[in-house]
């Protein structure tokens, strides 16, 4: 298990989600990152923001309590949507190991945000975001794929570029 601060380890940018200030991931998954990034064309770059996260730590216990009052507010905002709850606000294994990890890109040097409002950003700009940034999205995550990560099924997940190392 590797601790990265944040900056650029061997083309791939780490910038750990607030208000984690490093990401602890597994050695085989950065080296995949890695792979993945020198495959990738000039103008993206992949970004590495979230990796392990112990049950027991201080940032568990940060995070199940936004994770308590973002549940509440996705019912209220989005009743028609409570069967994504589990996905949306599970651990989905980031605490278990460092192979569950999430990422995002810059394309162009700008760092692509879809998901500008987290998890609450409405589907249509999710759609409308997807749309502008389709074929950079579609090779990061056939990229992704090809070295043996799962993509999250659910669609805000997946957005999140939530995936896992299958193994």
Not at 13 to 21: G, L, N, S, T, V
Not at 72 to 99: C, K, Q
Request: proline share 6%; with cysteine; glycine share 8%.
């Amino acid at each position: 298990m590797l601790t990265l601060p944040p900056g650029v380890h061997a083309g791939v940018q780490i910038r750990p989600r607030w208000p984690a200030r490093h990401v602890h991931v597994d050695a085989h998954v950065l080296g995949k990152l890695q792979a993945i990034q020198t495959g990738l064309p000039a103008g993206i770059s992949l970004i590495l923001t979230r990796g392990y996260e112990p049950r027991a730590s201080g940032l568990g216990f940060a995070r199940r309590q936004f994770r308590a009052l973002g549940i509440a507010t996705f019912r209220l905002l989005y009743p028609a949507r409570r069967d994504e709850l589990a996905d949306i606000f599970g651990s989905n294994g980031h605490d278990v190991d460092g192979t569950h990890i999430d990422v995002s890109f810059t394309l162009n040097g700008r760092r692509v945000r879809m998901l500008p409002l987290g998890v609450f950003t409405p589907p249509f700009w999710q759609q409308r975001r997807v749309r502008r940034c389709a074929s950079a999205l579609a090779q990061i995550q056939a990229a992704l794929m090809r070295h043996g990560f799962q993509i999250h099924r659910n669609a805000t997940e997946s957005l999140q570029i939530h995936c896992d190392l299958a193994r």
